[in-house]
């Protein structure tokens, strides 16, 4: 008897090791894929653009709609498909600032001797409508999914739009390396915003922060006693969290992450030297 409840054991503690796998596959190929496609669409010529936010729109409709399906599953299928459902929401806006649709009121680059809260105002004014979109999106999501025990897709956005926010801000600040050839030309007025700097007091505070919660979740998802659907959520958020980290060490690191979506970056992204 012994040594079947051991064998079952074994078994169980091996399926638990495989879902942990499974979900940290599954977002590091979503996180790769859905920004290669992004960034394939923006790269394609204009009259395409119209095309690229229909579709992405109605994907990022059915996101929302997945987002409440999935609120009360609490099941591996609920977690993954709350964190899809999330993404697809994350990647119509990520398409429409690139494609320049929704950015901010300011549209030109930052005048050279503008400094302090002056440089933050007008570096605001090129993303407000953004940042505004955003966080009613936020709401909206949370107003979705409040209450239900399934909060792997409000996990995810709200992880992704404070990363997002932070890397803005540490753009903003100054960091050591960053690669323009993400920047398409339409949009490359925003270059002027941005600052080289060796290291920024934001960095190691974002990164800190950021490390905590990433254990904290860790912690939870490999506790012995997690049930399946904490297992693979936890695990699914704290790997876009350790993700957005690895974003942002690109940012101080002289790491060229451009390779890894090479295949994407044509066309009207052009290229160009990050400012000084």
């Not at 790269?43 to 409440?68: I, K, Q």
């Not at 030109?108 to 105002?121: E, K, L, T, V």
């Not at 950021?210 to 904290?216: L, Q």
């Not at 350790?242 to 290229?271: I, K, N, Q, T, Y």
Request: contains cysteine; glycine residues 12%; aromatic residues 12%.
């Amino acid at each position: 008897a012994g040594g079947a409840v051991a064998a079952r054991a074994g078994l169980v503690g091996e399926g638990r090791v495989a879902d942990v796998l499974i979900a940290v596959l599954f977002v590091l190929f979503a996180w790769w894929g859905s920004t290669g496609v992004i960034l394939l669409m923006d790269g394609l010529p204009r009259w395409t653009f119209r095309f690229s936010l229909g579709g992405m729109t109605a994907l990022a409709l059915l996101g929302l709609y997945g987002l409440f399906a999935t609120a009360n599953m609490e099941s591996r299928a609920g977690a993954y498909g709350a964190f899809a459902s999330a993404l697809l929401v994350w990647a119509w806006h990520e398409l429409t600032f690139l494609l320049g649709v929704i950015t901010g009121p300011r549209k030109d680059p930052c005048p050279p001797d503008a400094s302090g809260w002056q440089r933050f105002r007008y570096a605001t004014a090129t993303v407000l409508h953004h940042e505004l979109a955003l966080f009613a999106t936020l709401l909206v999501v949370v107003g979705l999914t409040y209450g239900a025990p399934n909060q792997v897709g409000t996990g995810t956005f709200l992880v992704l739009w404070t990363m997002r926010l932070s890397a803005k801000l540490n753009l903003f600040l100054g960091v050591r390396n960053f690669t323009s050839d993400f920047i398409p030309a339409h949009l490359r007025y925003l270059l002027s915003y941005f600052r080289m700097a060796r290291l920024n007091p934001l960095m190691p505070v974002s990164l800190g922060a950021a490390g905590i919660v990433v254990v904290r979740l860790c912690g939870d998802a490999l506790a012995a006693d997690a049930a399946l659907f904490v297992q693979v959520g936890r695990t699914i958020v704290a790997t876009i969290l350790g993700l957005a980290m690895l974003e942002h060490l690109f940012l101080v690191l002289p790491v060229p992450d451009d390779l890894l979506w090479r295949w994407a970056l044509r066309g009207g992204h052009g290229s160009g030297a990050a400012p000084k």
